[in-house]
């Protein structure tokens, strides 16, 4: 079974970037969709972005111009590019794939 692991995030000031990395360690995920979401304190989870097999991409319509997903078949590999980043983008940071979910890695946007 695919485990995911993230990478990439950190404290950030709004208007920066980060590069939120997403890697399968353990079986191949290159046919299949990979999905980015999110989840801020006291809120509930909310999809960000998915790209599907053919590269094809669906993004959230308050990020869409800032955020870019990517996917490297080669490295079992995702990204999600984030640019002019707000305070509202602050969240944990969850991959998923079919039924798996990564541990999640911390965006937090504040000057």
């Known amino acids: 079974q695919v485990q995911l692991v993230e990478s990439g995030g950190g404290l950030v000031q709004p208007g920066g970037s980060l590069r939120l990395t997403c890697v399968a360690t353990k079986g191949f995920f290159g046919t299949y969709t990979v999905d980015w979401y999110r989840q801020a304190p006291g809120k509930q989870r909310e999809f960000v972005a998915q790209i599907g097999i053919t590269h094809n991409t669906n993004i959230r319509d308050s990020v869409k111009g800032r955020f870019t997903i990517s996917r490297d078949n080669a490295k079992n590999t995702v990204y999600l590019q984030m640019n002019h980043l707000k305070p509202e983008d602050t969240g944990v940071y969850y991959c998923?794939?079919?039924?798996?979910w990564g541990q999640g890695t911390q965006v937090t946007v504040s000057s």
């Open positions: 998923h794939s079919r039924t798996t």
